[in-house]
């Protein structure tokens, strides 16, 4: 048996003010590539498949578009579940429509897909709470699932009880009584969750996938993920991961784009494990996807630096860091946005080490002469006698809220 292990697709996401649709369009075909040059038996989407619980029109089309070529209109099973970004009622609105291509999803921790089959050779032969055992068309074994869709409080709800109301151990219980239904049976079993999980250590999570503690879910201690499986397939982490000392693959595939500067630089991939028989250790292969635009942070000490860095990398988008020893003009500024369209943010810096300091004006002039002064300097042009009018009114009125502040303070002392 072959698995495909995708997941964090993030359809709809903004970096900034530019959509990523279209990457992600390129990025799902490049994936529907991969599917049908390897021919895995089975896709394992591992959770946030939206960016956003309400996503584009666009966004759901493409991921309707993508499903249907990726199980090749029910040829090839297609297993997904519902990430922290992803609306649990809305990835099981459509779940009967879905299952006549071979697709099956999970909402909610607590899923249980309804048993049957369509001409394909896909069968679902039994399912119980978070569970699912398939038949597929080319191979010999079942193949049972674990559904570990995101889980927090709210989408624990029926799973609560007064005794309990520890989301980790709830999982644990849920998984570890499941675990009875495919235990000392021959086949092919599989763990697919969304959320962080830890082994000695709690992975980094990256920029926008920040765990709501109120109300959300922590880290998931590995060990809560029954021993008798033959592969874990993860998601939420957006950097691929596979953890060390653990008696099977447990991994995160991570997401197909780089979608904060935080992930700048790192390679995407999917994963392809492939199985000979039941019992036998997976064979992973990482595929490395090529789609999309890099993620850069550039750095510069002066906005020329900086224009002659932006047109080396013009196929990228930039997080210019630029660091000055004076301000930086409007004129500059529009000069940079000009000279690159993949300017994501522009983050200052002063650095005063070689800085001429200006002198201090003299105190002892008055304001309205410091303001004619201050606009002359700037607009280069003496301020017109209406508008120095208007800001000795401003002044005055000023001044007079002051003290009228000033006498209510010693008034109440």
Known sequence: MKILHTADWHLGKWLG???????QKEVLEELCSIVEQ?????????????????????????????????????KRAIIIIAGNHDSP???????????????????????????????????????????????????????RILLGAYANTLRC???L?????????????????????FQNKEGFNLFIGHGLFMGSTIPEEDE??????????????????????????????HKPLKFDNVSFPIVYSGSPLCYS???????????????VSPGETAVLQYIELSKGKPLLKVYAHSVQDALNRLSTCQDSYVELHLILSNHMSIEEKNSLYEAHDGIIDILLKMDLSNAVIESMPDMTISISELFKSFYKDKKGIDPSFEMVQLFNEVLNNTNNQIELSSGEIKDEA
């Open 17 to 23: 003010s530019i959509s990523r649709l279209p990457e």
């Open 38 to 74: 390897e021919t895995p038996d089975i896709v394992l989407i591992a959770g946030d498949i939206y960016d956003q619980i309400n996503p584009p029109v666009e966004a759901v089309y493409l991921l309707h578009q993508t499903l249907m070529k990726m199980s090749a209109n029910g």
């Open 89 to 143: 009622e809305r990835i099981e609105a459509i779940e009967p429509l879905l299952f006549e291509s071979g697709i099956i999803v999970a909402g909610w921790p607590y899923s249980s897909p309804a048993c049957y089959s369509i001409p394909s050779g896909i069968s679902i032969i039994s399912s119980a709470q978070g569970f699912v055992e398939l038949q597929l068309p080319n191979c010999k074994y079942p193949v």
């Open 157 to 159: 709800t029926p799973l």
């Open 161 to 181: 009880s007064p005794e309990n109301q520890d989301i980790q151990l709830i999982l644990k219980n849920l998984w570890n009584n499941t675990k009875s239904l």
């Open 208 to 237: 926008g996938e920040r765990s709501v503690m109120v109300g959300g879910a922590q880290a998931i201690p590995l060990s809560y993920i029954p021993e008798c499986l033959d592969y874990a397939a993860l998601g939420h982490i």
């Open 261 to 275: 500067m935080a992930e700048a630089g790192q390679k995407k991939h999917i994963v392809m494990a492939e199985f």
